[in-house]
């Protein structure tokens, strides 16, 4: 299976909140993680992403934890700003045919962040 | 200035009527992805391509068809028959090297059905 569970749907924190949003894989094929970040009528854009030999990565206010064993994965917003409101992904890669990689996306979480 | 562009931003398609998305990146990437995103549903993988003359299916490829014949182009048609094809399509390209190689995303293209 190469379904990835995203939770949260919606999500709504005041200013300078934490924003948590998670996700789970069956497929123990996947061997990235990135986040990416929509803003309404835009293309996604890649926030961060982690490798499974790795419990956690940080940049900046954004952090991903990573457990392999439970093969889930969240991303944590530190300090929530208003800028953040957008749709957030997560998403699963692997290698596909030839060397080209397939990611697979959960099904978004949209943040607002209320000032 | 190095980037991936999508037109029309919007699309009307007729009843019975194919019509062609244009994706076109100046980053000398070799592989191409459309997707399909639909609200509450993430993006679903239509076609890819790793290199110029070939490309595979995705999770959702019935009613669309793809064609590779530049390096930098990638134009996907939905046909007539794709019976519910309003949605928001991206499309992506990547170096296509590495497990930790990064999708880079057009603007997409909206597509209603008149």
């Known amino acids: 299976q190469q379904q990835v569970k995203q939770s949260p749907q919606s999500l709504i924190v005041q200013k300078g909140g934490i924003s948590i949003i998670n996700c789970a894989y069956e497929?123990?094929?996947?061997?990235?993680f990135p986040w990416y970040q929509q803003f309404p009528g835009k293309g996604p854009a890649l926030l961060i992403a982690?490798?499974?030999?790795?419990s956690e990565k940080k940049e900046g206010r954004f952090t991903i934890s990573f457990n392999k064993s439970a093969k889930q994965f969240s991303l944590h917003i530190m300090d929530s700003q208003p800028g953040d409101s957008a749709t957030y992904f997560c998403?699963?890669?692997?290698?596909?045919?030839?060397?080209?990689?397939?990611?697979?996306f959960g099904s978004g979480t949209q943040l607002t962040v209320l000032p | 200035d190095g980037g991936i562009t999508q037109s029309p931003k919007y699309l009307f398609r007729k009843e019975g009527q194919n019509v062609t998305l244009s994706c076109e990146q100046n980053?000398?990437?070799?592989?191409m992805y459309w997707y399909r995103q639909d609200p509450g549903q993430g993006l679903r993988l239509i076609y890819y391509?790793?290199?110029?003359?070939?490309?595979q299916k995705g999770d959702i490829a019935e009613g669309y068809s793809v064609s590779r014949e530049k390096k930098e182009s990638f134009p996907l048609t939905v046909t007539s028959a794709q019976k519910n094809p309003t949605a928001f399509y991206l499309c992506?390209?990547?170096?296509?090297?590495?497990?930790?190689?990064?999708?880079?995303f057009g603007p997409g293209t909206r597509l209603l059905v008149l």
């Open positions: 992506a390209s990547s170096s296509g090297i590495g497990p930790q190689e990064t999708q880079y």
């Open positions: 497929n123990t094929a996947f061997d990235y």
């Open positions: 982690i490798r499974p030999d790795v």
């Open positions: 998403a699963a890669s692997m290698t596909g045919w030839g060397s080209a990689r397939q990611l697979t």
């Open positions: 980053l000398n990437h070799d592989a």
């Open positions: 391509s790793q290199i110029v003359n070939d490309f």
